[in-house]
């Protein structure tokens, strides 16, 4: 096993780079995900990280070994394709040895190798079907135990979930985080389901246009995002603009105003007074019925009110056209469309980004 650390890394395919001065570091035996949207280059770092791709620029490493310019067959990966990538006339034992057979490993020992990890994935009784004889979640634990058979360095997935239907996504992502906790490799897997990166992942790279936007924790991402694009891409978030009256230094509670009312906030970064950005998850947002306004508290009307059984989903209006959305669990008192209410704020759970 080990780290993975990417250094001031440019990839491109023609003129224009596709990734440009990336850097990154994987920590030996989690699982890193990288987020973004289709096009944003993160399909063409894990290429360039199989050595699929050539580098222009920058170093790669696994461990101390540099890998920058070694050939794929070379870095010791191994490698979980989307659209499962096995052999249809080869059986499910014969396609897990096919990277163990190409490493002259003797027979004895691919028998309990591949017999061992075709357990893991609960394949055991399937050694002797063929792939078109599996479901889609099946086929793709015959690659993930393929993959791991050779026992890599480093695990590379690239959408491994998105042919799966709802059901089967968890089940196999459930298996994939198992099995990865359990051997300890270093992993790196795409993903454009935040879902899922979510989920699965000991730290998530997000990814737009060629760069890192943001790095961390799911909880970090979630909870603490750096930028608007990140609050708008990892789960849902009210994005307002809004106005700070002074400059504030990172991680200070700053006094923004929006709709004309000042309210505190947690600043993600130093900041110039001016116009800022004010982030607020829907499920932080508390709606008060109507009445005197206490600090961080904003006047606003129900615009919608949407029951979805364990919470419900309001929409209000505060002046100014501004429309914020508020989820409320069922213990709370429900609030009528029409109804004028106070909406709270919780200063350490509402961000401030730049504009």
Known sequence: MAQISISQLSVGYGAEPVICDFSLTVADGSLFTLLGPSGCGKTTLLRTIAGFIPVRQGILRFGERDVTHLPAHLRDVGMVFQDYALFPDKSVFDNVAYGLRARKIDAPAIQRTVGEYLERVGLGAFASRLPAALSGGQRQRVALARALAIKPT??????????????????????????????????????????????????????????????????????????????????????????????????????????????????????PAGKVVLIARPEMLVLLHNGVLEPNQLPCTVRRRQYLGARTVYVVEADGGIHLRVETHDHQVPRSVGERVRLLFDPLQTRVVAA
């Not at 051997?183 to 990814?207: K, R, W, Y």
């Not at 994005?239 to 002074?246: G, K, Q």
């Open 154 to 271: 480093v695990l590379l997935m690239d959408e491994p979930l998105s042919n799966l239907d709802a059901k089967l996504r968890v089940q196999v992502r459930e298996t994939i985080s198992d099995l990865q906790k359990e051997i300890g490799i270093t992993t790196v897997l795409v993903t454009h389901d935040q879902e899922e990166a979510l989920a699965m992942s000991d730290c998530i790279g997000l990814i737009r246009d060629g760069r890192l936007e943001q790095a961390g924790t799911p909880q970090d991402l979630y909870s603490r995002p750096r930028t608007a694009y990140a609050a708008d891409f990892v789960g849902a978030a009210n994005i307002c603009s809004a106005s700070l009256s002074a400059s504030a230094a990172t991680g200070a509670l700053a006094e923004v105003q929006l709709a004309g009312v000042n309210l505190r906030a947690l600043t993600a970064q130093a900041l």
